[in-house]
C-alpha cells in the first residue's frame, strides 16, 4: 500500500518567513496530493491540494508543488503569520479507480510554530 | 451550514463493553471515511465507504466495524474496545470525484 513520509516533524519561524514542509510517497499509482491543518481542538481542514497532471498550483500565500518523478511534493508558505501555527498534515491518494479508491494515506505531520 | 457531525465528542469506557460513535453528514457526499489520529503517527484510516452499502477497509480495521445503511450516517462500532483503541477519532466525507474530505471535529475515546 501507499507510505507517505513527511518531514520536518517540527519546525520554527519568525513572522514573516517562509516555511517549506516536504513529503515523499511511494505509490507510482497515487495522482492526488491534498495538504491538511489542522488547529488544536479542531478536525484537518483541507487548505490546498494538487493534481498528478499538474507541477504547482498557488493559492494566495500557499503554494504545492509536485515532483512526480522522484514521487515527492512540498508545501510552501509564504510570509507566515502567528495564524499559521498549526499541525499540517500531507497526504496521497489515488483516485481513478482500483481498489485504491477512497483511500487516503497521511503523512505523520508537521508541527509549525510561527513566532510573532 | 454544510458539515459532519461526530457524537460524542468525548467517551470514557471500560474494556470490553461494545461502543458506537456516530457520524453524520449534510452534504450528500458519496465517500465517508473513519480515521484515528495517535501521536507520532499522524492519521490513519480505519474503513471507508464509497456509497450505501459498500465499505472497505483502510489501514488499520482490526477491532473496527463499520455500517452504511444511509448515505448520511456512517457509525463507527467497536465490538470489545481494548486500550489499545484509545485514540482521536475523525470521521470524514466528500463527493465522489476528485476531492479532498471534509473531517469532523472529532471524538476523543479513552478505554480503561
Known amino acids: 500500500g501507499e507510505n507517505v513520509e513527511q518531514h520536518p516533524s517540527t519546525l520554527s519561524v519568525q513572522e514573516g518567513d517562509s516555511a517549506v514542509i516536504k513529503c515523499t510517497y511511494s505509490?507510482?499509482?497515487?495522482?492526488?496530493f491534498p495538504w491538511y491543518k489542522q488547529e488544536l481542538g479542531k478536525g484537518p481542514q483541507l487548505i490546498i491540494d494538487?493534481?498528478?497532471?499538474?507541477g504547482e498550483k498557488k493559492d494566495q500565500r500557499i503554494a504545492v508543488t509536485l515532483n512526480k518523478t522522484a514521487k515527492h511534493f512540498s508545501l510552501h508558505i509564504t510570509e507566515t503569520q502567528p495564524e499559521d501555527s498549526a499541525v499540517y498534515f500531507c497526504?496521497?491518494?489515488?483516485?481513478?479507480?482500483?481498489?485504491?479508491?477512497?483511500?487516503?494515506?497521511f503523512g505523520q505531520g508537521t508541527i509549525l510554530t510561527v513566532h510573532p | 451550514e454544510a458539515q459532519v457531525t461526530q457524537n460524542p465528542r468525548y467517551l470514557i469506557t471500560v474494556t470490553g463493553k461494545k461502543l458506537t460513535v456516530t457520524c453524520s453528514q449534510n452534504?450528500?457526499?458519496?465517500?465517508m471515511s473513519w480515521y484515528r489520529q495517535d501521536p507520532g503517527l499522524g492519521l490513519r484510516q480505519i474503513y471507508y465507504?464509497?456509497?450505501?452499502?459498500?465499505?472497505d477497509k483502510g489501514d488499520v480495521p482490526e477491532g473496527y466495524k463499520v455500517s452504511r445503511k444511509e448515505k448520511r450516517n456512517f457509525p463507527l462500532i467497536l465490538e470489545s474496545p481494548s486500550p489499545n483503541q484509545t485514540s482521536l477519532y475523525f470521521c470524514a466525507s466528500r463527493p465522489a470525484g476528485v476531492h479532498g474530505y471534509t473531517f469532523g471535529s472529532g471524538t476523543r475515546l479513552t478505554v480503561v
Open positions: 505509490d507510482s499509482a497515487s495522482n492526488y
Open positions: 452534504m450528500n457526499h458519496e465517500y
Open positions: 465507504s464509497m456509497n450505501v452499502e459498500v465499505t
Open positions: 497526504a496521497a491518494s489515488h483516485n481513478a479507480g482500483g481498489t485504491s479508491y477512497g483511500k487516503l494515506t
Open positions: 494538487i493534481r498528478s497532471n499538474v
